[in-house]
């Protein structure tokens, strides 16, 4: 059963501090790992995407590892602020229909207090 | 900001009632997505579309139907409204393509979200 579990459920940190949000799936055939950044009551926003062959991706102050023989992902917030307050999600997508099926983990809820 | 937009972003109803989640993409993109989301739970897909014509259930069984007459246009129907319809509906859109090509990555872009209670 393709699946995607990430952890922890939530977080709270302060201002400045740095956190590693962590991504285990087990979906197959594998095309492409995303993180999303859903904001209270708003739609998910894409910060990065990852294919097969590769193991690493910034956007800004936001770094995402893949481990594809492992099959885990990390997404490190450095130097946070409060506006990072909001779910993390991790979503997988294979490689094995038409569709491009995306499977979603269930976020981590992430709050950031000054 | 992706331009796919969805109204009424907050709908408060009472049993019974029929009622239209709409969607709508200026991005000419021929895939479109329903989604449904609980607070602190995965989101579920209901419904998608390959194109004008084209609709197909999704993972999750529900009782709302979709229509594609136009590319840009998505709307969502609950024909009798029930409290167990209470959750997050989103709409979301990703270019055609076929599978290995580049829009294969299946990029999906998400509307804001329609928060629906059914009293």
């Known amino acids: 059963k393709n699946q995607v579990e990430q952890s922890p459920q939530s977080l709270i940190i302060l201002e400045g501090k740095n956190c590693t949000l962590q991504?285990?799936?087990?979906?197959?055939?594998?095309?492409?790992l995303r993180w999303y950044k859903q904001d209270t009551g708003r739609g998910p926003v894409s910060l990065t995407i990852?294919?097969?062959?590769?193991n690493t991706k910034s956007n800004g102050r936001y770094t995402a590892t893949l481990d594809a023989d492992t099959k885990q992902s990390s997404l490190h917030i450095t130097a946070s602020q409060l506006s990072d307050s909001a779910s993390y999600i991790c979503?997988?997508?294979?490689?094995?229909?038409?569709?491009?099926?995306?499977?979603f983990g269930r976020g981590t809820q992430l709050t950031v207090w000054p | 900001e992706a331009d796919i937009y969805q109204t009424p972003r907050y709908l408060v109803i009472g049993t019974g009632k029929k009622i239209t989640l709409e969607c709508s993409q200026t991005?000419?993109?021929?895939?479109m997505y329903w989604y449904q989301q609980d607070p602190g739970m995965e989101l579920h897909l209901i419904h998608y579309?390959?194109?004008?014509?084209?609709?197909e259930k999704g993972d999750l069984s529900s009782e709302s139907t979709v229509s594609r007459i136009r590319t840009e246009h998505f709307p969502l129907t609950l024909e009798s409204a029930r409290p167990s319809h209470t959750s997050q509906y989103l709409c979301?859109?990703?270019?055609?393509?076929?599978?290995?090509?580049?829009?294969?990555?299946?990029?999906?872009?998400f509307g804001p979200g329609t928060r629906l209670t059914v009293l």
């Open positions: 579309s390959y194109g004008v014509n084209s609709t």
């Open positions: 979301a859109s990703s270019i055609g393509g076929s599978s290995g090509s580049r829009s294969s990555y299946n990029e999906q872009f």
């Open positions: 991504c285990n799936y087990t979906v197959s055939p594998f095309s492409n």
């Open positions: 991005m000419g993109h021929d895939k």
């Open positions: 979503v997988v997508s294979d490689r094995g229909s038409t569709l491009g099926r995306l499977y």
């Open positions: 990852m294919t097969f062959s590769e």
